[in-house]
């Protein structure tokens, strides 16, 4: 017996294959084919098993939506024609106090049918389903001005004719506002839930750009640290700094309630915003000293703050801000940073213009001190006076805004003191300022100023006496 080379045993492995029988072979590839086939068959039967779960799903989804949907019409409807039993059958809740809110709720519908243009066409901008919650959000149309409501709903099982299943409208779940996300923009990052995505997308550059835009107007020392802004479906609704962040604004959905639907920022959030913004970035300039009410320096920040909002939205309120506007005018664009800077000294009005004028107020030229605008000024004194006389102890206070030095100054602020309809009136609205310097070097600030109480017109004079405005009558 020899030994085998390795290419006589391939050689004959290769004639045995050569060997086989056809038939076998044949067989073999059938089996193999069948076997191919079997996969691809239960491959097919598992897909259209899928798809027809799919489509079941999807089914049973657009019949919950449509439902929704459905109901939603109904509500509405109920509101627009005014049928209350109607629209109470869809409310339900385990709180009565829920159901009261809502009977409330229907009756100031229609009182506001009677008073505005109101259309209710029941469009459904979003809806949104969780398992049994559902969350639509509705447009309403007030005046022409176009408004969303969040409604939430509750996908209840039929157990019966004396307790019909389908959605209904509950309590409003502030936990069913979607999921976080954030975004960033400049130094500044927003926060928020889906339900206020737009709101987010719109806030987030406009706040970035006022936060570096306040510390470059104020010429703050240092930039103060980042922006954050978290948009909270809660209540009560507020805009607020946080109790745990200082550099974190507050602020409430404003899907919590009604919500104008013609600006991704309604108009009196941005309004509130800037506002905010402002004054957190006044006090950041004068090295974060608080500035107590009612002192010359709390004035001074308010009216910075009211000037930057204006820098940051283009709108104020009346007479907010002209008076830092008339003194850039006089003393340039530096003059509002140099005031923020003098406020962690509580200076008075005559110490803070000081530090941009190098003089005192009764120093500075008569035709100066004319140009800048004082109403904002005199209608804080006048607001301060009213509420001094409101106080049981703010006769004080309210003393040291006379100028005692006249006996009938003096006299005439006695009997506003002792005479409690002073306490009760509104103060007076200032119309004009006229700054006018006598012979002799007196100061006086004629203001005429419009009576709530009568609609007349008064004058009312204050002298500049030691660096302050005093009351004269």
Same mark, same amino acid.
């Given at each position: ?253 404003? $899907? ?5 639907? +013609? &600006? /991704? ?6 309004? !509130?915003? @800037? =506002? ?66 003098? $406020? ?5 009005? +005559? &110490? /803070? ?6 003089? !005192?107020? @009764? =120093? ?73 310097? +006598? ?35």
């Amino acid at each position: 017996m020899g030994i085998k080379l390795d290419w006589q045993i391939e050689s004959e492995q290769t004639q045995a294959r050569a060997g086989e029988d056809p038939e076998a072979r044949r067989q073999r590839h059938v089996a193999r084919r069948r076997l191919l086939l079997l996969i691809v068959g239960l491959a097919a039967v598992l897909i259209a098993a899928g798809a027809a779960i799919y489509w079941r799903l999807n089914q049973v989804d657009s019949q919950y939506r449509q439902d929704l949907l459905d109901t939603v019409e109904v509500e509405t409807t109920a509101l627009r024609i005014g049928d209350f039993a109607g629209f109470m059958a869809v409310q339900r809740s385990a709180s009565d106090a829920f159901m009261l809110d809502q009977s409330r709720a229907f009756e100031a519908y229609q009182q506001l049918k009677q008073t505005h243009s109101v259309d209710l066409p029941g469009t459904v901008v979003d809806a949104t389903i969780d398992h049994l919650r559902g969350r639509v959000v509705v447009q309403e149309i007030i005046d022409g001005v176009p408004y969303n409501v969040a409604w939430f709903y509750w996908f209840y099982e039929d157990k019966g004719s004396t307790d019909q299943g389908g959605w209904r409208h509950v309590p409003a779940d502030l936990t069913f506002w979607g999921d976080e996300a954030e975004i960033t923009s400049g130094a500044a990052t927003v926060t928020y839930h889906t339900l206020d995505a737009a709101l987010a997308a719109a806030l987030a550059p406009r706040v970035g750009t006022w936060w570096s835009q306040g510390c470059q107007l104020l010429q703050c020392t240092a930039l103060p640290p980042d922006l954050r802004v978290d948009i909270v479906a809660e209540r009560p609704a507020a805009l607020e700094w946080a109790t745990y962040d200082a550099w974190t604004l507050r602020i409430t959905s404003p $899907l919590v309630d009604r919500a104008r639907a +013609d &600006a /991704a920022i309604p108009p009196d959030l941005n309004t !509130s915003i @800037a =506002q905010a913004l402002a004054r957190r970035l006044v006090r950041y300039a004068a090295s974060d000293s608080v500035t107590p009410p009612p002192t010359d320096a709390a004035w001074i920040a308010d009216e910075l703050a009211g000037w930057l909002s204006w820098q940051f939205t283009g709108s104020a309120a009346a007479s907010t801000g002209e008076f830092t506007r008339s003194l850039i005018a006089q003393y340039g664009a530096g003059a509002p940073g140099t005031l923020a800077r003098t $406020l962690p000294s509580q200076p008075t009005l +005559d &110490a /803070a213009l000081s530090a941009i004028t190098g003089q !005192s107020l @009764a =120093q500075i030229p008569g035709e100066t001190l004319a140009a800048l605008d004082w109403r904002g000024f005199f209608q804080w004194r006048l607001d301060v006076e009213a509420e001094l006389l409101a106080q049981v102890d703010g006769s004080a206070a309210l003393l040291d805004l006379y100028d005692l030095e006249s006996a009938s100054a003096a006299s005439e602020v006695a009997r506003r003191i002792e005479d409690p309809t002073y306490a009760s009136r509104t103060a007076p609205q200032v119309q004009v300022v006229n700054v006018l310097r +006598d012979d002799s070097g007196q100061t006086y600030a004629y203001v005429d100023a419009v009576r709530a109480e009568d609609g007349a017109t008064t004058q009312i004079i204050w002298r500049l006496a030691n660096g302050s405005w005093k009351r004269s009558n």
